[in-house]
């Protein structure tokens, strides 16, 4: 209410100072025909004036905050890829029975486009996977978790995040499997309803995981395409990946 008050006082204050300088402007002047004149042309003016200064100027604007913040969000994208998201796509992997399969349709080459780039997505959206939920390294991932933490809860506090929720929601994904883990004292030797309860968080992550791979690397490969380059030799989805240029 308050803010409401506020610019009901602003806007009856500045009709009134229009009306003064007007009236002023009568008093010395004594010409009423060249001050609606004025006043007319000015009122014709107005809609130009709204629609060059909200619809075109501030679209402008709006567009260069947004790819500034874009900018923003894949420089944070690319630090957790590097440093935790492409470690996972490496080492869940391993332990699902159709690995065969979702190294084909993601195994990037020099060839992709954007017809390449939307058919994984469409695969990556509808991704099932088969896990060997009694072979999991349960233990190595609860390590590694442990040391990734605090970078974790950095990002998470980053409010670059804010324009991503998607990105927001893997983080999460991410975090929550840690404190699965993190809640057992062992997690060798679990029984066979919870390690089917730990398969389904991985899962459910790491579909979230290549959908969000896939976004940032196809944004490599419009702007960056010599960190591209290096993708394309070390993505997790080859036989033999290497940052060697053979």
Known sequence: MKKFSFIGY?????LLLS????????LI???AHTLFLYLWSSLAFLPLEIFIVVLVIERII?????????QKLNMVLGAFFNDVGNQLLRGLL???????????????ATSWGNK??????????KLKIEIEYRNMNLAELKVFFARKR???MTLLGNPSLLEHDHFTD?????THLDKELESRSSVENLPEPDLKHLAGYIERLYGSLVTEWLDYIEHLHANYPFLYSLVLRTHPFQEHPSAVIK
């Open 62 to 70: 709006d567009q260069s905050e947004r790819k500034a913040k874009l």
């Open 94 to 108: 391993d332990n699902f029975n159709n690995k065969a399969e979702i190294s084909k349709h993601l195994n990037l």
């Open 29 to 31: 002047f004594r010409d």
């Open 170 to 174: 893997l983080l999460w994904a991410v």
């Open 10 to 14: 602003l806007s009856l204050g500045c």
């Open 116 to 125: 390449e780039f939307r058919e994984a997505a469409e695969y990556a959206n």
């Open 150 to 152: 605090e970078f974790l």
């Open 19 to 26: 009306a003064l300088f007007y009236g002023i402007d009568y």
